[in-house]
């Protein structure tokens, strides 16, 4: 794994929430953390509410995680757009976050119960 990158189970359950409804629980996350930046919460697919997301045409990538895929969040009020992110297929030194999805917490709520 890159020195700079470090993934570990996030410790308690963690929940994600979208205009006011709960997405996922989950006390499987996991946390990664990157130097130079707030560390992020990955939630296992298998607890978040798939249904609610839409694959958006945005990618991006890391030459550290390699490339992600961004799904928007279909809510009541309208679609949040490009709120969570997911590398499919990560980098060998990052595989533990492949099959997880991350969110911008300036568009949900990432909070630990």
Do not use: N, Q
Request: proline share 4%; net charge negative.
């Amino acid at each position: 794994m890159a020195d700079h990158i470090k993934i570990r189970r996030a410790s308690g359950t963690w929940v994600v929430r979208a205009a006011g409804a709960v997405l996922g629980e989950s006390k499987k996350a996991i946390e990664l953390s990157e130097s130079g930046h707030d560390p992020v919460i990955y939630f296992p697919r298998s607890d978040i509410a798939m249904a609610f997301l839409e694959r958006s045409e945005k990618t991006s990538h890391c030459p550290h995680k390699g490339d992600a895929s961004y799904y928007s969040i279909a809510a009541k009020s309208g679609l949040i757009h490009d709120a969570a992110w997911s590398y499919e297929t990560p980098k060998d030194h990052v595989a533990d976050i492949a099959g997880h999805l991350a969110f911008h917490t300036d568009r949900v709520t990432v909070e630990e119960l």
